[in-house]
């Protein structure tokens, strides 16, 4: 009986990662997704659109907005989902001392579907914000970012979880949420405070210093996440 126990008890404890190892493996993960899409964004090219002119027709507008939308939204949906597809597979190999290649492989599955669905969402509510103009408050960009960084990194550590037995995914999960928003907050801050002039409607940073930037404070805050998230779900 007491063998049984203890071999629950190490299959529940195998994923324990340090938080130099959570840290380190999110960074990894998502900076690497960083250099890619840097490389080859932007994948999708515009449509091209009669100009607007003085006073445009009702078509000329709904051709206009529609040009916009499916740009930024197929672009960032793409650009989520490599970030994502990295840093789930970062996870699964770097943090993690049993079924890595199971653990990578469906973190970066499940990172790269959620990247997908989420960038495109967040990016069409971000866009439609652009288009009418509406006021780039702090609330409204840390919601749209959340929506990004809470799933990826909620679908990523519950993935990886099931992979390496964890019973208590719904404090994993919750926790993960929660980094997403901390993640957020931190970056936009930091973000406000360095590039003041910058447009905060933007999902994807396109100057190199606002993406190292962007992308390394994220990393950080979901590497501590996951880190305390490990911690309160073995308790």
Same mark, same amino acid.
């Given at each position: 009986?007491?063998?049984?126990?203890?071999?629950?008890?190490?299959? #529940?404890?195998?994923?324990?990662?340090?938080?130099?190892?959570?840290?380190?493996?999110?960074?990894?993960?998502?900076?690497?997704?960083?250099?890619?899409?840097?490389? +080859?964004?932007? #994948?999708?090219?515009?449509? =091209?659109?009669?100009?607007?002119?003085?006073?445009?027709?009702?078509?000329?507008?709904?051709?206009?907005?529609?040009?916009?939308? /499916?740009?930024? *939204?197929?672009?960032?949906?793409?650009?989520?989902?490599?970030?994502?597809?990295?840093?789930? $597979?970062?996870?699964?190999?770097?943090? *993690? &001392?049993?079924?890595?290649?199971?653990?990578?492989?469906?973190?970066?599955? #499940?990172?790269?579907?959620?990247? $997908?669905?989420?960038?495109?969402?967040?990016?069409?509510?971000?866009? &439609?914000?652009? +288009? $009418?103009?509406?006021?780039?408050?702090?609330?409204?960009? +840390?919601?749209?970012?959340?929506?990004?960084?809470?799933?990826?990194?909620?679908? *990523?550590?519950?993935?990886?979880? =099931?992979? &390496?037995? &964890?019973?208590?995914?719904?404090?994993?999960? $919750? #926790?993960?949420?929660?980094?997403?928003?901390?993640?957020?907050?931190?970056?936009?801050?930091?973000?406000?405070?360095?590039?003041?002039?910058?447009?905060?409607?933007? =999902?994807?940073?396109?100057?190199?210093?606002? /993406?190292?930037?962007?992308? *390394?404070?994220?990393?950080?805050?979901?590497?501590?996440?996951?880190?305390?998230?490990? /911690? /309160?779900?073995?308790?």
């Amino acid at each position: 009986m007491n063998s049984n126990e203890n071999r629950n008890q190490s299959t #529940v404890h195998t994923w324990s990662p340090s938080l130099v190892r959570c840290v380190g493996a999110s960074t990894f993960g998502i900076l690497v997704g960083g250099v890619i899409i840097h490389l +080859i964004s932007p #994948v999708f090219a515009r449509e =091209l659109y009669e100009p607007l002119g003085l006073f445009p027709t009702p078509d000329q507008i709904a051709k206009y907005k529609s040009s916009l939308i /499916k740009f930024w *939204t197929w672009n960032d949906g793409l650009d989520f989902a490599v970030i994502g597809a990295a840093l789930g $597979t970062s996870l699964g190999l770097l943090t *993690t &001392q049993t079924n890595r290649t199971a653990s990578a492989c469906l973190g970066g599955a #499940v990172g790269l579907l959620l990247g $997908t669905m989420s960038g495109i969402l967040a990016s069409r509510w971000a866009v &439609q914000a652009y +288009i $009418t103009n509406a006021d780039q408050s702090l609330i409204r960009s +840390i919601g749209v970012n959340t929506i990004v960084w809470g799933s990826l990194q909620c679908g *990523t550590t519950v993935a990886i979880g =099931l992979a &390496q037995g &964890q019973r208590k995914l719904a404090i994993l999960g $919750t #926790v993960a949420i929660l980094a997403g928003i901390a993640a957020s907050a931190v970056f936009l801050i930091v973000f406000s405070v360095l590039f003041p002039a910058s447009d905060l409607s933007y =999902l994807v940073r396109q100057p190199l210093p606002e /993406k190292v930037v962007w992308l *390394t404070s994220i990393s950080i805050v979901l590497g501590c996440g996951l880190f305390f998230a490990l /911690k /309160k779900s073995v308790k």
